[in-house]
């Protein structure tokens, strides 16, 4: 009998990751224009490295904090939660985190049973679609709405409901498609959850990143549903702190404790470093966010214009946040999302994610990352230009 046969199910069934797929070819081809991680270029900013370094040369990063995370920074993402997101919160209702991911996947596996069923978006984030399995839950995914720029379907979203249902999982501003859910529909959503008794979990990572007068809205900042709401952020995205793995859920005060079991067997607690990090972040100056967010905008309005030059190969609907768009691929060898993917990485020397990392929806697209700086854009959508001619 080999290992591989001795895998448990739940883990052998989980195919593997594309997008780090990608990033594993790419480094076997010179000079490639990357476009395929949802990675800032754009460094942490300084004050929060130096108040790192301080904490380490402080002596005060060498052993753990309490499982939930340091007070005083749960003290200023409460503040945070009520300043910028409308919720009210304490520290009581807060849960430090090794990042959104490992947030997202404690709050799973404190309210999803095997059997239960999940309700999510696709596209979607792919990790979401596995965190669903790793607890032996159902994920169930309903498509988008594509031709109206990837909205909810609420028809769909209600006839997918029955006794099995336990929970919906929401990622807005969402990864790939960049769409922002408006109020009207996260309301909606969260009225169709309040009718049938399920949990609703959201992934905000990319809460700061909206353009064209857009708003983030925040499930949770509906006091209806707040008790029923596990709310999921991350510092990475917001102060390009992607390798510090530091970010926090917000829930009922019932919940936390029942969460903080799942969270304690997974990380024990968010690394130290990070977390005195994350507190510089939040009370030094929020200038650097301002700066990342027009840059993104900008960069996103770049590779809208290559896309219409392209007008024969892709077509897309203009994201509204997150740094991430989601083109769709006309030419008649795209419908293999990956094999077309892996051509353009080895034959144009352009790295991107295949849209089937995302569900089934995603097939015939690519996931393209505008996190980058206009160079790095330019040379790839140069590049695309001439591989598909």
């Not at 040369?57 to 939930?68: H, I």
């Not at 995370?69 to 090794?98: F, H, M, W, Y």
């Not at 947030?103 to 984030?125: K, Q």
Request: net charge negative.
């Amino acid at each position: 009998m080999t290992n591989e046969s001795r895998i448990a199910r739940r883990v052998a069934d989980i195919p593997k990751s594309a997008i780090h797929e990608m990033t594993r070819l790419s480094k076997q081809v010179d000079d490639v224009a990357f476009l395929s991680w949802a990675k800032p270029t754009s460094g942490t900013p300084e004050h929060i490295r130096e108040a790192a370094i301080k904490a380490i040369k402080d002596g005060l990063v060498g052993g753990y904090s309490e499982g939930s995370g340091l007070l005083k920074l749960r003290e200023a993402i409460a503040q945070k939660l009520i300043r910028d997101n409308s919720i009210e919160s304490n520290p009581s209702q807060l849960l430090v985190t090794v990042g959104a991911i490992e947030g997202l996947s404690a709050a799973v596996m404190a309210i999803v049973d095997p059997g239960d069923e999940v309700l999510l978006f696709t596209p979607t984030y792919s990790t979401h679609i596995q965190q669903v399995k790793m607890a032996s839950g159902i994920p169930i995914l309903i498509p988008t709405i594509e031709e109206d720029g990837f909205a909810l379907d609420f028809d769909a979203i209600r006839k997918a409901v029955n006794p099995k249902t336990k929970a919906i999982i929401c990622c807005s501003p969402n990864n790939p498609t960049g769409t922002v859910f408006s109020e009207d529909q996260l309301r909606e959503l969260a009225s169709i959850a309040l009718e049938n008794n399920l949990f609703i979990i959201t992934d905000e990572a990319y809460e700061y990143f909206v353009y064209d007068g857009l708003k983030h809205f925040s499930i949770a900042s509906i006091p209806e549903i707040r008790p029923s709401v596990i709310s999921c952020y991350t510092f990475t995205k917001t102060y390009a702190m992607t390798g510090w793995r530091i970010g926090y859920l917000h829930a009922d005060e019932s919940l936390i404790p029942q969460i903080t079991k799942a969270h304690i067997p997974f990380a024990i607690c968010a690394p130290v470093v990070s977390q005195y990090a994350a507190l510089a972040a939040l009370e030094g100056p929020q200038q650097c966010v301002g700066e990342f967010r027009e840059h993104y905008e900008a960069s996103r309005n770049l590779m809208c214009d290559r896309l219409d030059d392209l007008a024969d190969v892709f077509s897309y609907h203009k994201p509204g946040g997150s740094y991430l768009m989601f083109p769709r691929i006309l030419a008649t060898e795209g419908k293999d999302s990956m094999s077309f993917c892996k051509k353009l990485l080895s034959e144009g020397r352009v790295s991107t994610t295949p849209g089937i990392a995302f569900g089934p929806e995603g097939e015939s697209h690519l996931r393209l990352s505008f996190c980058v700086m206009f160079d790095e854009i330019n040379k790839a959508f140069d590049r695309i230009a001439e591989f598909m001619a």
